[in-house]
């Protein structure tokens, strides 16, 4: 597997609170994701970023926003989360972008209850 | 939006047969990819086709793509249990930065 690391890997939470989603990557990529899965819709683009400070929306951003103030670290932060964003996210690196393979993380399954 | 539609959404086939897949998409692409997921895990990278490609071989798959159809296919030859697994087809459109679109996915069960 390449490296990169999720966490937490599941947490509940209820609806209104603040959730911060991590993703951590020892290969230098450039480009980071954040997608979503749902039943029935796939995975869906939330934010991804270029490099350091350098991100951008995604199909799916609003209620999420993201930093990236290490080449490696790439939040997700729910700023008040609702049950509509129960998912699982999956993180995901790629050395030159879209023209290249992505690397996925394990994913983190989120329930808000 | 969705880019990519899989075709068909489940499949179950016995060990040892070939199991196709098919995959179409709305936009015109830069590449197309395929990823494979086993239950509860992330997604794998399989093979990559660029749109100026037709076909492309892998181990036991084997990925057509078919730029004037917008379509693409993914065949698994000599299938094994350990096949079995949801199976996503992925485009980029957008030539770099902006990620993949990916399509709802095929599940493909092989029997024992």
């Known amino acids: 597997d390449a490296g990169i690391t999720q966490s937490p890997r599941h947490k509940v939470t209820e609806t209104g609170t603040p959730v911060t989603l991590r993703c951590h990557q020892t290969?230098?990529?450039?480009?980071m994701y954040w997608y979503r899965q749902d039943p029935g819709h796939g995975l869906r683009l939330i934010h991804y970023?270029?490099?350091?400070?350098?991100?951008d929306k995604g199909e799916v951003s609003d209620g999420y926003s993201v930093s990236r103030s290490k080449t490696e670290d790439f939040l997700l932060t729910l700023e008040s989360a609702t049950s509509s964003q129960t998912s699982v996210y999956f993180c995901?690196?790629?050395?030159?972008?879209?023209?290249?393979?992505?690397?996925f993380g394990q994913g983190t399954r989120l329930t808000v209850v | 939006s969705q880019q990519g539609e899989e075709d068909p959404q489940a499949l179950s086939i016995q060990e040892g047969e070939n199991a196709t897949m098919n995959c179409s998409y709305k936009?015109?692409?830069?590449?197309l990819q395929w990823y494979r997921q086993n239950s509860g895990r992330g997604l794998v990278h399989l093979i990559l086709?660029?749109?100026?490609?037709r076909e492309k071989h892998s181990g036991r798959l084997r990925v057509t793509l078919d730029t004037s159809k917008k379509s693409s296919s993914l065949l698994i030859t000599a299938s094994r249990a350990a096949d079995t697994a949801s199976y996503f087809c992925?485009?980029?459109?957008?030539?770099?930065?902006?990620?993949?679109?990916f399509g709802k996915g095929t599940h493909l069960i092989i029997q024992p």
């Open positions: 936009t015109s692409i830069n590449n």
């Open positions: 086709i660029r749109s100026n490609e």
């Open positions: 970023s270029y490099g350091v400070k350098d991100t």
């Open positions: 995901a690196i790629s050395l030159t972008g879209g023209n290249t393979e992505a690397f």
């Open positions: 290969e230098n990529h450039r480009y």
């Open positions: 992925a485009t980029d459109s957008g030539g770099g930065a902006d990620g993949l679109t």
